[in-house]
């Protein structure tokens, strides 16, 4: 691309964007996505908006539809990923620039400019910013997805959903892998960075975003994922011989699988030896030993989150339950993805348990 199409501040030179929404069941957070793309300071008739339907059994597509202009692309597979509307969005456009977005997500009206005015570097591949959470109010674990969206600014080893890139990467790496229910942008930033691009964090809102998670099994579920997508991407980096996300996958199973490890050794000697005061010692022994294990930074590190994090000392206690507890559906996401691996049976999404809500209907 010219780097002097996106050196001009007035709409006329302005490069135009294609921004790809992808969503399934997304029709309560879809029309206020796509009006805030619309009503920022970017020109409106440089942004071509797509929305790539995953299959979804609301009004998703309908609510689209009501939007002159917008592109729809009604996909049903039986297995949807983010990676194939993504993929579908970016490939039926040709602008120089693409921005992907989460359906359920609020555009900064002044994200735009400020994204293009970056991109005037050329050695930049991708820019993000930041995404904020709409209700971490609502909920702890809003609160606790509002904490780890973003990371520092400055040159980034990985983006999440919300991305502006360029087109030639995009083209350059082959867009996203459809297969991974989990982990696809890291992966995607990953080829993007061995073509030959760097990818920015730049101080500067970029979206605000609505978790909508208030029960448990929401939270185990989403740790699950996670943790699928640590090993998934893990696994395809290993083979470049990089570290990246090394030291997250080893974490998880050694604080994770050394915890259960070490409780069910307890167990079995508390149950298979003779009842006796040596072997009641030996489990609660064990047993104990495995609580530094998992809750090492409930015990030792709420000073580090309080600096770190810009916490209240209740605030850290709270998000070191977190950071001790989540590696344990974790581990389990983990585990799913290589037994997935060795039977050829990868976790897929169901199109059913898939939709988007909203923390206040009223907001």
């Known amino acids: 691309m010219n780097e002097k199409h996106l050196t001009s501040q007035n709409g006329r030179d302005l490069p135009e964007i294609d921004c790809i929404l992808i969503g399934v069941n997304s029709a309560k957070t879809l029309g206020r996505c796509i009006e805030s793309i619309r009503t920022g300071s970017y020109p409106a008739e440089k942004l071509r908006i797509c929305y790539a339907d995953g299959g979804s059994s609301d009004d998703s597509i309908a609510v689209a539809k009501r939007y002159d202009g917008v592109r729809v692309l009604a996909?049903?597979?039986?297995?949807?990923?983010?990676?194939?509307?993504?993929?579908?969005?970016?490939?039926?456009?040709?602008?120089?620039?693409?921005?992907?977005?989460?359906?359920?997500?609020?555009?900064?009206?002044?994200?735009?400019?400020?994204?293009?005015?970056?991109?005037?570097?050329?050695?930049?591949?991708?820019?993000?910013?930041?995404?904020?959470?709409?209700?971490?109010?609502?909920?702890?674990?809003?609160?606790?997805?509002?904490?780890?969206?973003?990371?520092?600014?400055?040159?980034?080893?990985?983006?999440?959903?919300?991305v502006l890139i360029r087109r030639e990467a995009l083209e350059a790496t082959g867009g996203y892998d459809e297969t991974l229910v989990g982990g696809e942008d890291p992966e995607l930033s990953r080829r993007v960075i061995r073509a030959g691009w760097k990818i920015e964090r730049i101080d500067a809102t970029m979206t605000r975003h609505d978790l909508a998670m208030t029960t448990v099994k929401q939270y185990l579920k989403r740790a699950y994922r996670s943790g699928y997508g640590f090993a998934a991407v893990r696994a395809r980096e290993a083979k470049y011989g990089n570290d990246f996300w090394k030291a997250d996958l080893r974490k998880i199973i050694?604080?994770?699988?050394?915890?259960?490890?070490?409780?069910?050794?307890?167990?079995?000697?508390?149950?298979?030896?003779?009842?006796?005061?040596?072997?009641?010692?030996?489990?609660?022994?064990?047993?104990?030993?495995?609580?530094?294990?998992?809750?090492?930074?409930?015990?030792?590190?709420?000073?580090?989150?309080?600096?770190?994090?810009?916490?209240?000392?209740?605030?850290?206690?709270?998000?070191?339950?977190?950071?001790?507890?989540?590696?344990?559906?974790?581990?389990f996401g983990v585990a799913r993805y290589y037994a997935g691996a060795l039977a050829g049976r990868p976790l897929k999404n169901k199109r059913s348990a898939l939709k988007t809500g909203l923390s206040n209907p009223e907001s």
């Not at 050394?258 to 069910?264: D, H, P, Q, R």
């Not at 489990?283 to 600096?307: D, N, V």
């Open 75 to 162: 996909l049903t597979p039986e297995y949807p990923t983010p990676g194939l509307g993504r993929n579908a969005g970016w490939k039926s456009g040709s602008a120089p620039l693409v921005h992907f977005f989460d359906s359920d997500t609020i555009v900064d009206p002044e994200w735009f400019r400020k994204a293009v005015e970056r991109m005037r570097d050329i050695r930049l591949g991708a820019v993000n910013g930041f995404r904020r959470e709409l209700h971490p109010e609502f909920s702890v674990y809003n609160w606790i997805g509002d904490l780890e969206w973003n990371g520092p600014v400055g040159e980034s080893d990985c983006f999440g959903g919300d």
């Open 254 to 331: 050694i604080k994770g699988g050394g915890f259960i490890a070490v409780e069910s050794l307890a167990m079995v000697t508390l149950l298979a030896a003779r009842p006796s005061v040596i072997s009641m010692l030996t489990a609660t022994a064990l047993s104990l030993a495995g609580i530094p294990l998992l809750f090492s930074p409930r015990l030792f590190k709420i000073g580090k989150f309080i600096e770190a994090n810009h916490l209240n000392r209740k605030e850290a206690k709270i998000y070191a339950w977190h950071c001790s507890v989540t590696v344990l559906p974790q581990l």
